[in-house]
């Protein structure tokens, strides 16, 4: 299957960032693109039902932190490698 990529972060220009780097990351080394989910928030990410492979979570957000978007993320997925930005 594709991969699922999350990247949460309240500027959207870092988001944007990571997303460009990973997708860098993908076709330098011939990998099939992962499917890349952008979101602004971690309540954004608490209404979606996506098994994420890997989460890129800004720390420090308005509302919910990352640490705790994290939790829930790894409810869906407990195989889901975390990376704090």
Do not use: Q
């Not at 098994?51 to 889901?80: H, Q, R």
Request: proline letters at 4%; one cysteine or more.
């Amino acid at each position: 299957h594709k991969l699922n990529i999350c990247i949460c972060d309240d500027d959207k220009l870092v988001a944007i960032k990571i997303e460009r780097w990973i997708k860098d990351f993908f076709k330098v080394n011939h990998l099939p693109e992962p499917n890349i989910f952008l979101y602004c928030s971690g309540e954004d990410i608490l209404e979606t039902n996506i098994k994420f492979d890997f989460a890129f979570l800004d720390v420090e957000m308005p509302g919910i932190s990352g640490i705790y978007t994290g939790k829930y993320i790894m409810e869906m997925n407990s195989e889901c490698f975390i990376f704090i930005i």
